[in-house]
């Protein structure tokens, strides 16, 4: 029972429980049950001042996380405070510090500072930063480093981290070499991935934190610091969707949940990537099974490669997909994936793109709150009700925005006096008038 193994999940469940089941439209016996089960994560960390817990799975709302953070050619920490806190107004649920350069404790700290949200992070980046600012190679990790950056993360407040325990040695040999015709176009793309394949294949050893996931169980428990299982071998490309490396990567993870459940430890499973449309569904359907269900997070999915600068779209129609098909956590693209560090509009385009993702694929579901949401906006619709309009919106700043130059006009700017609604509109009333 992972309530009476976790004193922290416990304590924090017992304080915030209710009161977030309720807003989830939920009962907090049958959060409890599925959280039990490892189908639902309660995501806080005690030790994050502050905190203010959601919940992932559904069948909560589908939630949307945002990366930010600095990189070697962009160290800007105050510039990703800012970026921080457009996510956060954008209505993202959940940020994650993938800082890469300068000092990634201070940073890590305003952050949780700054954030009640949920906040996570990829502790092998720590590591790697430590090694390669000192001009060393992550070949010559010692895998002790990596243990003690999850456990120092840990006691700072981060509740949920990245973690790429289920890259087995074999994994890394079928994505990255060329034998028996099983090498892919982009071999491995996740970078906390790649440092520990380069480890792997250099010292012909497992995975450290395979085998070491004891050590994870302990410090997670302790601190209520859910495992997010890394895909350190997602596809890069839509063509590499689905091969054996993928698959023997999404076996293990299923396997590391479930040990994790009986140890007292909430899971969540980290998804694909680049996969093309016709794809999305049985990737989905095929992890969730592998995986026992537990809650499911994904990047897009993108459903093609060739939309550089549009990303964010290309993510969305993969993301609206996998809600349907069971997904429960997006992770944000922006117009700047695979180009540079994104800027605050690049921020907010993003957690609006996955948002509407959100929305779509539970509007295709029928989730009440979803469907409550499109009703208020065709109501208001029809009146020409800006003002419900704007509220019943993912985004009433934009719908605000763009009213504000004919705000004195019933009608929008696009139609004027061809407004369809109100041409039938009117044409009623003078019907209605001479009877």
């Not at 006691?155 to 060329?178: I, N, P, S």
């Not at 250099?202 to 169980?217: A, C, S, T, V």
């Not at 619709?381 to 763009?402: C, F, H, I, T, Y």
């Amino acid at each position: 029972m992972i309530f009476s193994q976790n004193t922290a999940l416990a304590s924090l469940f017992e304080r915030y429980g209710e009161q977030i089941a309720s807003e989830e439209c939920l009962d907090s016996a049958i959060v409890r049950s599925l959280i039990e089960h490892g189908k639902m994560v309660f995501l806080g960390n005690p030790k994050h001042e502050n905190i203010r817990p959601i919940l992932v799975g559904q069948p909560s709302r589908v939630k949307v996380n945002a990366n930010i953070g600095t990189s070697p050619l962009c160290d800007c920490p105050q510039t990703e405070l800012k970026k921080l806190k457009t996510a956060l107004d954008a209505g993202a649920d959940t940020v994650m510090d993938l800082s890469i350069s300068g000092d990634l404790d201070g940073i890590r700290k305003k952050m949780l500072s700054a954030c009640s949200a949920p906040v996570g992070t990829v502790p092998m980046y720590a590591v790697g930063q430590k090694i390669l600012d000192a001009d060393g190679d992550v070949a010559d990790m010692d895998p002790a480093m990596l243990f003690a950056e999850v456990e120092t993360q840990a006691k700072q407040g981060v509740d949920f981290m990245t973690l790429h325990c289920g890259l087995t040695r074999r994994g890394a040999e079928w994505a990255a070499q060329e034998e028996y015709g099983m090498s892919r176009v982009m071999g491995i793309v996740s970078r906390g991935g790649s440092m520990l394949a380069r480890w792997m294949l250099h010292n012909n050893r497992e995975n450290p934190l395979l085998e070491g996931f004891d050590k994870l169980i302990d410090i997670a428990r302790a601190y209520n610091v859910t495992l997010s299982l890394g895909d350190g071998l997602r596809p890069g490309a839509g063509v590499d969707a689905g091969d054996s490396a993928q698959w023997e990567e999404v076996i293990t993870l299923g396997r590391l949940a479930a040990r994790a459940l009986d140890a007292g430890v909430q899971c969540m499973i980290e998804g694909p990537g680049h996969v093309a449309m016709n794809q999305v569904e049985a990737q989905i359907t095929g992890i969730k099974r592998l995986t026992n269900g537990s809650p499911l997070y994904v990047l897009g999915p993108l459903v093609t490669d060739t939309a550089a600068g549009y990303d964010h779209i290309a993510g969305a129609i993969g993301g609206a997909i996998a809600v349907r098909a069971g997904v429960d956590f997006l992770c944000y693209l922006t117009p700047a994936e695979h180009l540079t560090l994104p800027d605050e509009q690049d921020v907010r385009l993003g957690v609006m793109a996955s948002r509407i993702a959100a929305q779509a694929g539970e509007t295709a579901m029928g989730r009440p709150a979803a469907v409550r949401r499109e009703a208020d906006m065709n109501r208001a619709r029809k009146a020409l009700d800006w003002e419900g309009m704007k509220n019943a919106a993912l985004d009433p700043l934009s719908v605000e925005r763009r009213r504000e130059p004919h705000r004195d006009h019933e009608e929008c700017a696009m139609c004027g006096k061809f407004c369809a609604v109100k041409m039938l509109r009117d044409a009623k009333k003078g019907t209605e008038a001479n009877q």
